[in-house]
């Protein structure tokens, strides 16, 4: 699967929430955040259809869109490619530029701590 592009991966996180929408559905997600046309939404879905990241359901009337990859594995190698190209293939660079943009909460730095205690346990 070809990488996304940020229009794309707005409309599968989306779809990774809904499980499967109509262009129409996306499109009022999509709209409540920004201003977008709906001929937009189809013309970039219809793309998505055409470069596989989208099955679609045209029994009925309106077609019923799903996501082909799922967003752990599109996760994964979006941060692989992010890695390799912008930080040297450092992931403690990554994760020191992601952990510096904005203040974790105290929750989210236990939950990174335990993370990281679990590989740690794995090394050993």
Do not use: C
């Amino acid at each position: 699967m070809s990488k996304p592009t940020e229009a794309e991966l707005e409309i599968l996180s989306y779809l990774w929430e809904m499980g499967e929408a109509s262009v129409r559905q996306v499109h009022e997600k999509l709209s409540e955040t920004k201003e977008t046309g709906y001929t937009t939404t189809l013309k970039i879905m219809q793309i998505m259809y055409s470069k596989g990241m989208l099955t679609r359901d045209e029994q009925s009337r309106t077609h019923i869109y799903r996501p082909v990859a799922k967003k752990n594995d599109t996760q994964k190698s979006l941060i692989k490619n992010l890695m390799a190209t912008a930080f040297g293939g450092s992931s403690k660079s990554l994760v020191m530029q992601a952990l510096g943009q904005d203040n974790p909460s105290k929750e989210e730095l236990d939950e990174i701590r335990a993370f990281l205690d679990q590989l740690e346990n794995k090394q050993s």
